[in-house]
Every structure is written in C-alpha cells, then in structure tokens.
C-alpha cells in the first residue's frame, strides 16, 4: 500500500500547469471567515446610514454560511467491528456574522454530524465510549466578539482558537487550544484545534503585538475512545474533573523585513501528548517559548525551542517533570505549483523515569502540488518518530478537487507504520476515505 501511495503521488505531479496559471487566492472550499471580513470592509458610519435607510439591501450587516459534507472511509482492519466502512458521516456547519457597531462584529458557528456506519453495522457491536464519542454530535465552535478599543488596541472576547507555533505539523509553543485526536492522522492541525471561552486583547506598537489571554474554559484533548479501532487497551482510563480556575498566556511578536519572532509564556493546563503518559488535568504547567519565521528566496526557514516546567501524570503521582522542546524546519516554494517541507523535533525530558523514554523524535516531511489551474491540489504527508525513523507513524496521501462553485471532493488513502508498541496496535487500521461538500 505504501508503494502505490508514494507512486500515484509522484505519477500526478509529472502533470503539474504551470504556476502562471493558478487562480490566486483558491482554496479547497469558501471560507466563512472571508465572508465576515467582506461584511465589515468599509463598515463605516456612512455605510450604516446608507445601510439603515435602504430596505432593499437588508444583509448588509448580517450574513449566515454553512457547509454540508458527506464523508466515508473504509478500513482495512483485520478485526470486526471495525473492519470494513468504518465511516459514512453526514456533518452540517452553520456560521453566523454580524456586524455589531464600528469596529465590533459578531462570530457564531457549530457542527452536528451522524455516522450512519454504526447503525448499518448494529450499534451492539460497539462499545458504549465509542458510540459516545463518534456516532453523533452537535458542538459550538466559534462564538465570540471581536473589535477596536482603540486604534492600538483590539479585543477578542469568547469562544476561539489561538494559534501559536510556526511549524503546521508538530507542537511544540501551540499550547492553547486542545486537539480533537479521536482519528489520529487523518487530517491536519489546523482542522483539529477545539475552540474554548477566552479573552483575547492585542496592542500594537510599531512592528510589535502584545497579546494577553486569560483562558477561562478549560478543555481537554478529545482522544481515541475505549475499545474504539484506535483504542484497543483493555484497560479504560480514569475519568478526570474538568477544573474550572482561569489559565494565562503572553504571546509577544515582532515582525520585520524577511523574519518576524514570537516570545511565549504560559501558565496553563496540560494536554495528553501521543506516546507519553496521559497528564493530571488539574495540574498547571508552565512554559517559556519563542519560535522564528526567516525568509531567504525561495526558502522559508523556521525553529521553535519552548522549556515546560512541572508536567504531572496520572502514573507518576504528584512527582514533576520538566521538559526541553526544539525544532527545525523549513519550506521551499522554487518550484512551480509545489511547496515542499521538512520539520525535526526533540523532546528532551530533564529526568529519566521508566514511564517514558528521556528522549523522543519526530519527523514530518510535506509536498503539495497544484493542477489544472489550482482546481485539482495533490497532497503528501508522512510523519514518522524515532531518531532513526523506526518508532511508528503514518503517511498519508490525498487531493482536493474543485468540482464546481461551492462545491468540493476531499479523496485519499491513510497508511499507519508500526515500530512502537502505540503504533503496532493501529498498524493494521489503514483506510482510504472521501468526503464531498457543498458550501451555500
């Protein structure tokens, strides 16, 4: 399988237009955050009084988007249930703007979805966890308030997603938001990060923003559930309370001609991380980061390095551990219509305990190429841990399509590589999935 992935996605790049032909700006689907950016461009006190007098126009201050997508995947697992369509998934997203006064505007969007798979395969095959956390769901995403205090300072106050880290694989100062983990590689970063009720401002100076947040919902990684394809342990974890005191972060960038630089610092809660012990949740931990952007030609060339102070496993009692994170990369965008790219991280634990190896590796190499005018983009994604790149991973391989005006096809296959006791266990749980949309 890992020959015919590797060889469909060389054997479509040899076809690639060329890049004068791209339609500037395309992405994979319409994006709502776009539309809500179009709704206030301008929004100013002529505008609204042109706007209140025209009852012809009466969406000029509010808008609703939405997007419904039909997605299956088949497995290759060896054991029943799992085995066979391990997803046919109906999802409806919803996402409301409005523009509240100059300068302010309003964001709500949510899911729900239904995976008809477990009906059609019958619901007592599966464990209670597993319907639980992946037959059904309706959750809000976004929910916030956003605007000018001053013409240095913004607020941004609600539910939302703060990213931080330059690299769009592997964590390493990205601390926020937790990750919905549930299927692991099947999809990207930064269509996993959970939203949470925070409060955001950013004051600008000069090339400089200083970002204070105070986090006041606490959430927590969604991962695999027991007894799920992903989830083989027969031992089930305990559950945790939730906390409920306020967390805080400090995030200082600078940006200038050919690098920008952020500065990190946080006092906040935790998250189970893949391969490690599974962390105390009512346990803060502390870390102090920065992370570098350099532009030189056709080269993008990043680093990230973050110390993480006190971190508490459930296994390990009330014992603390401290923690160096680093990380290189790059991008290179030389050729036409492809960008590669290339991340290394070390985790490096302060003090050895047999919970854990005092050292970990992962690896994770990128190439995105654009087609027939940037309707058609092939991916490739391979993420491997191990100093050796002997320790597990996956690799997958998938393209986007343009069919027509809001509507989209997303169709790949996934392919897990044992060499851990972790991924051993998932190594035979290799799927190809699809999944169509249409945005209104």
Known sequence: MRKVVLSLFVAL??????????????????????????LL???????????????????????IEGKFTQSAAYSFHNDAPHDGLSMFKSALFLEYNYALWKDFKLKINGVGF????????????????????????????????????????????????????????????????????????????????????????DYYHDNWRISPIMIVQQKFNKNPPFQGDFNPSPKKLPSQHRPHSPSYALNVAGEFSGFDVDFYLADIYAQDE?????????????????????????WLLKGE?????????LQSGNEKFDRVDSLLGFEYNGFADT??????????????????????????????????????QANYLVSLFGKKLDEGGFQR??????????????FGIVDYIGGSAMFDAIDDNDMIFVDISYSF
Request: avoid cysteine; hydrophobic fraction near 40%; charge should be negative.
């Open 339 to 376: 960008k590669l790219s290339y991340d290394i991280a070390n985790k490096h634990m302060q003090d050895k305990s047999p919970l854990f190896e005092q050292d970990s590796y992962q690896h994770a190499f990128r190439i995105t190429s654009d087609f027939l005018n940037a309707t058609l």
């Open 114 to 201: 239904y995976d008809t798979s477990y009906l059609l395969k019958g619901r007592d095959e599966f464990s209670d966890e597993d319907i639980d956390a992946l037959e059904s769901e309706v959750e809000l995403y976004d929910a916030y308030i956003q605007g000018a205090l001053t013409d240095r300072l913004d607020i941004k106050a609600g539910h939302q997603v703060v990213v931080w880290g330059k690299s769009d694989t592997i964590r390493i100062t990205d601390v926020i938001n937790a990750l919905d983990n549930r299927r692991p590689g099947m999809t990207d970063i930064e269509d996993l990060r959970l939203p949470q009720a925070m409060v955001k401002l």
């Open 305 to 313: 390095f973050a110390y993480k102070k006190d971190f508490v496993f």
């Open 13 to 38: 790049s040899l076809f690639a237009d060329s890049a004068d032909e791209l339609l500037d700006g395309f992405d994979d689907a319409p994006k709502v955050d776009n539309v809500a950016d179009d």
């Open 274 to 298: 893949l391969g490690l012990p599974f962390v105390n949740h009512n346990k803060k931990m502390q870390m102090a980061g920065v992370a570098l952007n350099y532009v030189y030609e056709s």
């Open 41 to 63: 461009d301008g929004f100013d006190d002529e505008v609204k009084e042109s706007v209140a007098s025209d009852e012809k126009n009466p969406l000029q201050r509010w808008g």
């Open 397 to 410: 391989a998938w393209m986007k399509y343009d069919i027509a005006d809001g509507i989209n096809a997303n």
